[in-house]
């Protein structure tokens, strides 16, 4: 099986195919770092022997509109070749405008107050792969395509030293961690004013700039030093990397998104569950067999969940599902 990865993001999928896994599951990979429609064209050889070519569709793609890169690659494949698509941001954009994380919605205008159904009906995006590939629970431009989508987290786990500093926390400090996904649409002060001011505890507040994600050894560090994370950010509705980090190192996270849920299931709430996220953030400041507990059982998930051996795998057998 010859797979081309990923088309605009070769730091992840491309990086896990490492030589052994190509081995041990009999594939061939590629990577083309799609910045622009030309260099589709320029790599049509490439892209024209592929039997499954997975495009990661980000707006980092210039040239075109970049949600519609899946179509200019249609046109260099062979007949008989498979497609699996991965949309960057999830179309949130199309039904909350406000929570962009790009530094310009200009390229937006055009759509404002154009209805999901009737965007999808023009540009034909959800018709074009044999498979779609989500990060969250129940994406909702699901229901406008009749293709098989499937549940399928990026292999974050390389982006990650697998072992953590044993610290102390009790010397540390119990300060709270929280995110603003977005400089922009997603905001914090919510969580502040209702959980943690009330419960009079510290907080240390990382915040992503337009076009930026937190990323590196400085950010890891200062979040490996609290106690708590609470993601519960209005106007985000991703999966959330930031409550996977928190469960890689071992930091109990209490917040309503899909992460949370996966890998903190005791400290899943409703957003914006005041009452039960101060019940439960109160618990694990003085439940010391509690927090070691669900902090344990939250790494111990994400290493599961995220285990590349097994991504890999799943990601051959949905090949092999539809058709390749």
């Known amino acids: 099986m010859a797979i081309v990865t990923e088309l605009t993001q070769p730091f992840q999928w491309n990086k896990v195919w490492t030589e052994e896994r190509r081995l041990k599951n009999n594939v061939i990979v590629e990577s083309v770092n799609v910045i622009s429609y030309l260099t589709v064209e320029l790599n049509s050889d490439i892209v024209g022997n592929a039997d499954l070519i997975f495009v990661y569709c980000s707006r980092t793609c210039k040239g075109g509109e970049w949600f519609r890169l899946p179509l200019e690659v ?10 699996i698509v991965q949309f960057d941001s999830e179309f949130l954009w199309l039904i909350n405008p406000e929570g962009v994380q790009w530094d310009s919605k200009r390229d937006l205008e055009q759509y404002k107050g154009v209805s999901p159904q ?21 994406p909702f431009w699901a229901r406008y ?4 989508v499937y549940y399928m987290p990026l292999p974050q786990l390389i982006r990650y030293p697998l072992t953590i500093n044993k610290m102390n926390r009790e010397k540390e400090g119990k300060t709270i961690a929280v995110l603003r996904h977005s400089a922009r649409g997603a905001s914090i002060k919510h969580i502040i004013q209702n959980v943690i001011n009330p419960l009079k505890k510290a ?15 400085r950010y890891i560090d200062t979040l490996q030093k609290c106690y708590i994370g609470i993601d519960d950010a209005e106007g985000y509705a991703g999966w959330s990397r930031f409550t996977m980090e928190c469960g890689l190192l071992a930091i109990p996270c209490v917040g309503s998104t899909y992460a949370t849920k996966l890998f903190f299931p005791e400290l899943y709430t409703k957003h914006k569950d005041y009452v039960k996220q101060r019940e439960l953030v109160q618990r694990l400041y003085e439940d010391k067999k509690f927090y070691k507990k669900v902090a344990e059982e939250g790494r111990k998930r994400v290493l599961e969940h995220l285990d590349s051996d097994k991504l890999c795998q799943r990601f051959v057998r949905i090949a092999k599902e539809i058709g390749v």
Do not use: H, I, W
């Not at 249609?74 to 497609?83: G, L, Q």
């Not at 009737?118 to 044999?130: G, M, P, S, T």
């Not at 240390?204 to 930026?212: A, E, G, K, R, T």
């Open 145 to 148: 395509t009749k293709k098989p």
């Open 118 to 138: 009737k965007f999808f009906e023009e540009n034909r995006v959800l018709d074009v792969a044999d498979a779609y590939f989500t990060v969250l629970e129940n």
């Open 203 to 217: 907080v240390f507040v990382f915040s992503c700039l337009p076009n930026q994600f937190l990323v590196g050894k």
């Open 74 to 83: 249609k046109k260099f494949m062979k007949p008989e070749a498979k497609m």
